[in-house]
């Protein structure tokens, strides 16, 4: 029986940790680049003009959704607005994670048929620096996402323009619900 020399070993041992390293930090890499690719607007930055107009530019993601993040009362979420969403449509895992409270149930008409949902108001709802507060929304139990469509209850306050792969928001001073200054 031969021994093994421990520098041979001790350089195999080193050779394994650096491979596991690398793995890791591609591994690490390629999740955040796959996450910009699905949500390109992950620190939206909204421009104020002089005439307190709120500006924020959205890039339409590789599937040609508008993606955002965001925050629901003051907690992180990922938005997809949804124009052909009369409300705020919240997934029910992410609602129950949020603390929202379910109001009265509804059936929604969606295209994939009918849904049962609950009716909710939410305190704050912000992208970037355009802000509103109480905001109709409800929360659907079938949605097994955890992107929350940003429907027109929301929308229907900003002026949107779509041109080429960019979408932009303004939010004028005379809107209701302004964010504290």
Do not use: C
């Not at 925050?71 to 029910?92: C, E, N, R, Y």
């Amino acid at each position: 029986m031969t021994e093994e020399n421990p520098t041979r070993r001790l350089g195999l041992g080193m050779t394994i940790a650096m491979w596991i390293l690398v793995l890791a930090l591609l591994t690490v890499f390629f999740q955040r680049w796959d996450a910009r690719r699905n949500n390109p607007n992950m620190a939206p930055q909204t421009q104020l003009s002089t005439e307190g107009v709120r500006e924020l530019v959205l890039k339409r993601n590789r599937a040609g959704h508008y993606v955002v993040s965001g925050s629901i009362d003051g907690q992180p979420v990922v938005f997809m607005l949804d124009t052909g969403a009369s409300d705020i449509a919240i997934p029910g895992t992410l609602a129950d994670r949020l603390g929202l409270a379910r109001g009265p149930a509804q059936i929604y008409r969606t295209a994939n048929g009918p849904v049962k949902v609950y009716t909710t108001r939410l305190r704050q709802v912000a992208i970037g620096g355009i802000a509103l507060r109480d905001v109709r929304a409800s929360i659907n139990p079938a949605m097994h996402d955890q992107e929350v469509l940003l429907g027109m209850s929301f929308l229907k306050h900003l002026e949107f323009t779509q041109r080429g792969d960019t979408l932009t928001l303004r939010q004028y001073p005379h809107a209701r619900n302004l964010p504290d200054q």
